[in-house]
């Protein structure tokens, strides 16, 4: 670990000693007295070939989970396993610089990590961020009336097995690169802004899942129009063609007691809804008078994409209604 960072460029930020050198046991903090926390981890193991891309999508994945509380990242850890016959230090070191320089982009300090043999290489942060506890985002909160926006496009999982399997292209992965590695700083401001009741981010579970687990927290019912549904170009092709993870499956399996699709939405078409997303965007249950200002604020950010997509209801928590 000590060689890795040692080819690691430290950023600087105002929270952290920097006279702590490499070989001490920790980093070393001084947070303002008052300042509320929120401290998150993930990981993820590659889905793209290039050292660097791999370690900015896994960093902006797990920065995502400080912005769907409402903070702002602030310090990370890395963590790492690689199989050491396989990983050399020169390519860990490429991951973790790419995971750097992500962090640097949100304003966040990687201040060391910890690595680990492993049979699978997998990377990510330990991230600790600063929020404010009386407008931190959760999950309880969402009320009947309010719109659901969604920040990012899905089928980032769709298109990943696409890749892998030769039908897509580097021309369009690179838009789903793209797509990964785009942070929800500006989603969240946008959430904050619009007066945001509830959110949560979507990644592994799927929007799918993801709702489920809002409204189930927030004891509300959902709607959601498949047709406003951000989605990235052909994905409802792909996934017709097969080309669906099976986390993506089974994230469909889990959900399904609670799900309630109009007659022609298609077993694709719902595949789609719940396919595993790596830096997946920002799911917002927002006033409906919030709703269009949101979208439009990150319109003209570049943030394309955004949407709303459906209302939270009174009725069973967790359930969902998908119409055409």
């Not at 200002?293 to 998908?322: F, H, K, N, Q, Y």
Request: glycine content about 12%; aromatic content about 4%; hydrophobic content about 45%.
């Amino acid at each position: 670990m000590v060689e890795v960072l040692g080819k690691v460029a430290a950023f600087p930020h105002p929270w952290v000693r920097q006279d702590v050198g490499p070989m001490e046991d920790g980093a070393l903090l001084s947070p303002p007295a008052d300042q509320g926390l929120v401290f998150t981890v993930d990981f993820i193991t590659p889905i793209v070939d290039d050292a660097e891309t791999f370690g900015a999508i896994a960093a902006a994945n797990a920065l995502s989970d400080v912005y769907a509380m409402g903070g702002e990242p602030q310090v990370a850890l890395a963590t790492c396993g690689f199989p050491e016959d396989r990983i050399g230090t020169d390519l860990l070191a490429r991951i973790f610089q790419g995971g750097r320089d992500k962090a640097a982009e949100a304003g966040c300090a990687v201040v060391g990590g910890h690595t680990v043999v492993d049979p699978e290489l997998k990377y990510g942060l330990c991230v600790i961020g600063k929020v404010d506890p009386e407008r931190a985002l959760r999950q309880i909160g969402a009320r009947a009336g309010d719109r659901l926006v969604l920040t990012k496009p899905l089928g980032s999982g769709i298109s990943a097995q696409a890749f892998r399997k030769g039908r897509i292209g580097d021309t369009e992965m690179a838009g789903v690169i793209a797509l990964m590695t785009a942070l929800n700083r500006e989603a969240k401001d946008a959430a904050l802004a619009a007066g945001a009741s509830a959110a949560t981010d979507v990644t592994g579970f799927g929007l799918l899942g993801h709702l489920h687990h809002l409204l189930k927290a927030s004891g509300m019912s959902a709607t959601l129009s498949a047709r406003d549904v951000p989605r990235l170009d052909a994905i409802d092709d792909l996934a017709a063609g097969g080309f669906v993870p099976g986390g993506s499956k089974r994230n469909l399996e889990y959900v399904s007691s609670h799900l309630h699709c109009d007659g022609q939405i298609a077993e694709s078409e719902r595949l789609v809804l719940a396919d595993a997303q790596t830096s997946g965007g920002l799911l917002v249950a927002v006033p409906p008078e919030g709703a269009r200002s949101m979208v439009e604020r990150l319109d003209a950010a570049g943030a394309t994409g955004a949407a709303v997509i459906g209302e939270i209801e009174d009725g069973p928590a967790g359930e969902i209604r998908v119409a055409r």
